[in-house]
């Protein structure tokens, strides 16, 4: 058996003499079955030094030979054998954050998302407007079968839960109208509430996020199954635009369904608001249809029927932008269908707020 003796201090401070000396041991004691190291002269010892010696004995088993550390020093023992049992390549665990280190690491992802998020859109946008200027060039390559058939999906089969929901909010917003306004002797002016608010906001914007969560995830859902099963990358190898063959009917049945939803939804809910005004306001059809036609005006209506196309709009870019983005698993599908409906009401919401500034500047 060839025994090492080590002396003095084996710290990082003296690689330079340290790692020569390892590498020379390592390389004349090849072919010694058996190597005996004594660390008894080791005065001072750190985790460099317990990962030169570490290397040695690394080195000779992979020759198949026995390397044996002897006399190491109680408090340098304890540091080498928690080094012999950390396994290859691990790295110490990165130090947990303090609170406000994890508010402005929430902030800073945050951020980057929303940028992330912004530049798809914009792309999908871009995308969506090269290819309806391409299809204006060459009509033949519009795809009518495939637009009907959304426009029959979206609008057609929404009707009678659009109709349902929007009829039921009516009779809240009359009902709570006319509790609250017969306190001050105002009954009339519950009419005045109702056809203003439905025709102006809570009709489009109710239409909207509903078809965000009907029609905009089942737009994603699609588009990422499509992309989990490679369909578009075999629509691209068919020399087939996907934006051209997906996206532009499905964006374009949304923006001629939500205004025709947007009516439709406002008809149902100013039938119900008349509904609760006669029975439980005790106000006559004829009474709350008169009240209606002097309450509101053409300009009430247009400026919730000129919202509708820009929301259907970012309905559409939203969720299939979103479909785009899903991976090849399950879980990403999920994830990307949740985040469209999220995203899709949470800019209808915003929207609806820019137009309404828009619209009280141009004092319309």
Not at 212 to 231: D, H, N, P, V
């Amino acid at each position: 058996m060839k025994r090492l003796t080590a002396a003095g201090s084996w710290t990082a401070a003296h690689a330079n003499l340290l790692e020569p000396l390892i590498d020379a041991a390592a390389s004349t004691t090849a072919g010694e079955p058996s190597l005996l190291v004594d660390m008894a002269g080791v005065t001072h010892f750190d985790t460099y030094g317990a990962c030169l010696l570490k290397r040695l004995q690394r080195a000779r088993n992979a020759r198949n030979e026995e390397t044996r550390i002897t006399a190491l020093q109680g408090r340098f023992e304890e540091l080498f054998g928690e080094l012999q049992e950390t396994p290859p390549g691990a790295t110490a665990p990165a130090p947990k954050a303090g609170p406000l280190g994890s508010a402005f690491e929430f902030l800073g992802r945050a951020t980057i998302g929303f940028g992330r998020d912004l530049v798809a859109l914009a792309e999908m946008l871009g995308l969506l407007g090269r290819s309806v200027v391409r299809v204006m060039g060459n009509p033949r390559a519009f795809r009518l079968t495939s637009t009907t058939y959304h426009i029959d999906r979206v609008g057609w089969q929404a009707v009678p839960i659009i109709v349902l929901i929007t009829f039921l909010i009516g009779c809240i917003i009359a009902q709570q109208g006319f509790f609250h306004f017969r306190k001050f002797g105002a009954d009339a002016y519950v009419v005045d509430m109702v056809g203003i608010l439905i025709l102006r906001e809570i009709g489009v914007l109710l239409v909207a996020i509903m078809v965000a969560g009907r029609s905009g995830s089942s737009y994603t859902a699609e588009l990422g199954s499509m992309k989990m099963r490679e369909e578009i990358d075999a629509l691209r190898t068919m020399g087939l635009d996907p934006i051209d063959v997906l996206v532009l009917p499905r964006v374009l049945a949304l923006v001629i369904a939500l205004p025709i939803l947007t009516f439709i939804g406002s008809m149902a809910a100013l039938y119900g608001g008349g509904l609760v005004a006669n029975l439980y306001g005790g106000m006559s059809p004829d009474i709350y249809i008169a009240r209606l036609k002097e309450a509101i005006s053409v300009t009430h209506f247009e400026v919730g029927m000129i919202k509708a196309p820009f929301m259907a709009l970012v309905i559409g870019i939203v969720a299939c932008a979103q479909g785009f983005q899903v991976k090849g698993s399950a879980e990403s599908l999920g994830r990307q269908t949740t985040n469209a409906v999220v995203k899709s009401i949470f800019l209808v919401i915003v929207l609806d707020g820019l137009f309404a500034i828009f619209f009280a500047s141009i004092d319309m």
